[in-house]
Every structure is written in C-alpha cells, then in structure tokens.
C-alpha cells in the first residue's frame, strides 16, 4: 500500500495553521460559542500539561530562589484579598440619613407633604406621600475595595 502524504490542513506550515486557527477563535468568541475554562477545567489542564511536560523532560525547573520569590508572590496576592473581603464585610451600607444613601425614606406625616409642610388649609389634608420607587441607579452601591483590586 502506499504511503500518504499530509493534505489540507496538516500540509499547511504551521504558521499558516496558527492563522486560522487564530481567527476561527475571534469568530467564537465574537458569536458568543466560544469555550471559557472554568477556574476547575484550567486547573486541571494546567496540572495535565505540567505533567506531560515533566514527562517530556521540558518541565521549567525552578531554582530554590525562583520558587521562593513565586510562593511569597502568591501568598501576598492571598492576604491581600482576605483583607479586603474582611474590611468589605465590616463596612456599612449606606443608609437613608446618611449623604448618598440609597435607602427607603420615611413617609411625611398625614397632611403633611414630602418638604414637612402643610398644605394651607385647616381642614384638608394631603395624603400621604409614598416613598420614590426604587430605580436600578438608586440601589447601587459604591464599589467595594475586594471589588477594585
């Protein structure tokens, strides 16, 4: 029998590979069909390729001076984090009394209007006024620091 060459894609040099391959991956993730890792799939396919790669004698080895500057790195990146989840818990919301509040306000008293004011007759009274209703924009809340960084 005989042999076979490489046709289509496989013929191509591998630059030209890298090409297509590139542009179908925009073409995804413009369509919205493309595959996002989730932080499990990445781990595990970061251990399977370190594996092989160790296997393959190709492995980066560190020295005692890389991996300790790489270990206080991440344990840095760690604290900071914990620091700031832990400062987000002990804040606040804000609050209606307080200056940019997004809070419920309190109704007026009966007959009186949003201002606290009467409405200049003895005998009538206003109803009473029902809080604004609450608006995407009225219940956001400042960014937190775990958020920023």
């Keep these: ?11 191509m040099d591998p630059e030209k590979q890298r090409q297509i391959a590139s542009m179908g991956g925009k073409a995804a993730h413009q369509k919205g069909t493309a595959h996002e890792f989730t932080p499990e799939e990445a ?29 206080r790195k991440g344990g840095q990146h760690s604290r ?13 919301a804000p609050s209606a009394e307080q200056p940019g509040g997004a809070g419920l306000q ?11 004011q009467g409405n200049g007759s003895q005998g009538d009274f206003a109803p009473p006024s029902h ?15 775990a958020q920023i960084g």
């Design 43 to 71: 781990r595990e396919a970061g251990r399977k390729g370190g594996q092989a790669a160790h296997q393959r004698g190709r492995a980066h080895v560190f020295t005692s001076e890389e991996a300790r500057r790489a270990g």
């Design 1 to 11: 029998m005989a042999e076979k060459g490489k046709r289509g894609f496989a013929a």
């Design 106 to 116: 309190a109704a007026p008293p009966e007959g009186l209007n949003p201002q606290g």
């Design 131 to 145: 809080p604004p209703e609450e608006t995407a924009e009225s219940t956001e809340r400042p960014a937190s620091p």
């Design 80 to 92: 900071a984090r914990r620091a700031a989840a832990r400062a987000a818990e002990q804040t606040p």
